[in-house]
């Protein structure tokens, strides 16, 4: 049994599967990207570039889940989550929870296991491993 392998697709499937709920979640609730929208148009960025949100957390947890263009796929997610945080969390940067806990640890998740996948690839257990 090769233990690498299936740790590469327990990371993909585990980054994958609970970035897409945010994904989904942000179909469901389409007033969302306006809120995302409004924050870029607050830096000086276009609203449109809102339905990046759309790639960074439905097409490459999709990636990921498949494993189809991991690499790609993971840095997506890292991208997507850089502008989450910079868009939306700066102020919450240096914070913790009241048990303690850090503040951004789920959007440092994202943005770290995006940084694994990124540079690990797929693994064998992948539609199109790399």
């Not at 570039?49 to 990921?64: D, F, H, S, T």
């Not at 940084?115 to 690990?120: E, H, K, R, S």
Request: overall charge neutral; charged content about 10%; hydrophobic content about 50%.
């Amino acid at each position: 049994m090769n233990n690498e392998a299936i740790g590469k697709l327990v990371l993909r499937l585990t980054l994958g599967v609970l970035m897409l709920f945010h994904g989904v979640a942000k179909v469901i609730h389409t007033g969302t990207l306006d809120y995302i929208g409004g924050n870029l148009a607050g830096i000086g960025l276009p609203e449109m570039l809102a339905y990046g949100v759309y790639v960074g957390e439905i097409v490459a947890p999709l990636m990921l889940i498949v494993g189809v263009f991991t690499r790609w796929g993971g840095m997506l997610i890292v991208v997507n989550m850089l502008f989450a945080i910079g868009l939306s969390h700066m102020g919450d940067l240096f914070a913790l929870t009241e048990h303690g806990g850090y503040r951004l640890e789920l959007q440092f998740f994202y943005l770290f296991c995006g940084l694994a996948v990124m540079f690990l690839g797929s693994g064998r257990y992948a539609y199109k491993p790399d």
